[in-house]
């Protein structure tokens, strides 16, 4: 059985950074794609970021310059850097065996099979 776990969310102030965590387990390890979406109230649900088993990452072209994704040996981390009153949303991870070419992740929700629960990030004045 796949889980995905989200961890991190809460209150930041502008100009403020937030690190949140994701935690896959039952695909194989290494060899799935994780990506970050983010879904702010009234609005879709949209890419933030994803990385591939090898490491590649993409991110949404309005974010690669303050967002961060990363992977450890336990999970994938989204750094988020300078933040504004507009990244206030649910923040969501995704998950999904890796593609026949390692190297890449897809931004489409529809690219992936699993996800968390969805964590809040919260930026106030």
């Known amino acids: 059985q796949v889980q995905v776990v989200e961890s991190g969310g809460g209150s930041v102030q502008p100009g403020g950074s937030l690190r949140l965590s994701c935690v896959v387990s039952g695909l194989t390890l290494n060899n799935y794609v994780v990506g970050w979406f983010r879904q702010a109230p009234g609005k879709e649900r949209e890419a933030v970021g994803c990385?591939?088993?090898?490491?590649s990452t993409r991110y949404a072209r309005s974010l690669k310059d303050r967002f961060d994704i990363f992977q450890t040996n336990t999970e994938t981390g989204l750094q988020m850097n300078k933040v504004k009153p507009e990244d206030t949303a649910t923040f969501y991870c995704?998950?999904?065996?890796?593609?026949?070419?390692?190297?890449?992740?897809?931004?489409?929700?529809?690219?992936?099979?699993?996800w968390g629960q969805g964590t809040q990030v919260t930026v106030f004045s």
């Open positions: 990385i591939s088993p090898y490491g």
């Open positions: 995704a998950a999904r065996a890796a593609y026949s070419s390692p190297s890449y992740c897809g931004l489409e929700t529809s690219d992936y099979d699993y």
